[in-house]
């Protein structure tokens, strides 16, 4: 057993130990950041203290400990110690290239070297449109696990949003399955890597990453807003009319209960409650899907994370609305015991 040490209560696993906390104790605990004053609940203040970092890092001037000389950011600081003090006095053959064609230009030629550069890179990208299937595939993914995001303007003033797609290798075909779909807009075939940090550090991942693209810009301001951080809001939700969006995130962060007739759910991570609340007012007045909502507390940390399961009563329509676009690798998610087939061929 396992006791609260708020109120005593007893509960019969850590699970459900978290699931009493989010639900009686840390669901209106407010936390306040202590340089700007806004308010958070539940692990909020955590992601928004990025944009504080981020502020900190782009307004403080690095300087070479080497040579002194200062530049206005780590990554141009970065980007001199590797071509002008390289470890073991040995240039990367990249970084010698690179600093043999800089050799000798003036601040104008550089900019403007620097800008026919950038300038090839986008060429073309403001005439690419989404198609519907992908603008409703990239909402629904980035509710779950796509990242996006924009490069930092530079000289260049050029700052269009690109998308990251990353999986675990086991799930190749799934990465596969989002790269056709993509496929015109993406850099280039999807390729494995070996996570070096965060959650997933030593194991493996297939990803790709989209070209840096103007049409992208409606989706990224929606999702990231003003604060440049993810945010669930209604315009994000109301944009999202087709099942495959909602397919694409329950494969992306949904999993089926452990018995062969199991709930299905979401796990949305840091989401607020009032994030948790717009979500399930969206499922129950625009797909009449009927929901509950509890936290679970994290196995690393404190902060508590929202799961969201999809009801007895809605399961069929649920169902009825993803099981056409569920890829056959992602068929573990889904409960084939439950009676659909009637309601797909409705």
């Known amino acids: 057993m396992y006791t609260c040490k708020v109120c005593g209560k007893e509960v019969p696993s850590k699970g459900a130990l978290g699931a009493h906390m989010g639900n009686y104790h840390r669901k209106n605990e407010v936390q306040t950041c202590k340089i700007c004053g806004m308010t958070f609940t539940n692990g909020g203040l955590r992601g928004h203290m990025n944009i504080h970092r981020t502020e900190k890092a782009a307004l403080t001037p690095q300087t070479c400990k080497i040579c002194g000389k200062s530049f206005g950011c780590g990554g141009a600081l970065g980007g001199h110690m590797s071509i002008s003090h390289p470890k073991n006095g040995v240039q990367h053959p990249g970084a010698a290239k690179l600093s043999k064609v800089w050799e000798g230009l003036s601040d104008e030629d550089h900019l403007a070297r620097a800008q026919m550069t950038r ?133 992306d962060d949904g999993s089926l209960g452990r018995t062969g007739r199991g709930c299905q759910w979401f796990a949305l991570g840091l989401s607020t409650d009032n994030e948790v609340d717009l979500i399930q007012s969206w499922l129950n007045d625009v797909w009449s899907l009927k929901t509950s909502y509890t936290r679970s507390t994290g196995t690393y940390n404190d902060n508590t994370y929202a799961i969201l399961s999809i009801l007895a009563v809605s399961r069929n329509e649920f169902n009825r609305i993803i099981i056409p676009h569920i890829i056959p690798s992602m068929k573990y998610k889904v409960d084939l015991l439950i009676k659909y087939v009637d309601c797909i061929c409705k």
């Not at 980035?142 to 050029?158: A, E, S």
């Not at 496929?183 to 297939?206: D, L």
């Not at 409606?218 to 009319?241: A, C, F, R, S």
């Open 119 to 251: 300038d090839s890179r986008f060429k073309g990208n403001d005439d690419i449109a989404l198609t519907k299937i992908q603008e409703q595939m990239i909402l629904g993914s980035l509710l779950g696990d796509m990242c996006i995001w924009r490069q930092h303007k530079g000289i260049t003033g050029i700052s269009n949003p690109e998308l990251r797609i990353s999986h675990s290798s086991k799930q190749r075909d799934y990465v596969m399955w989002k790269y056709d779909i993509l496929k015109n807009i993406a850099r280039k075939e999807p390729y494995e890597i070996i996570q070096k940090t965060g959650f997933g550090a030593g194991f493996s991942a297939v990803r790709f990453e989209t070209k840096s693209l103007s049409c992208l810009n409606p989706i990224y301001d929606v999702v990231m807003g003003e604060e440049n951080e993810k945010h669930i809001t209604q315009e994000w939700l109301d944009m999202i009319t087709d099942p495959i969006a909602i397919a694409t995130w329950f494969m």
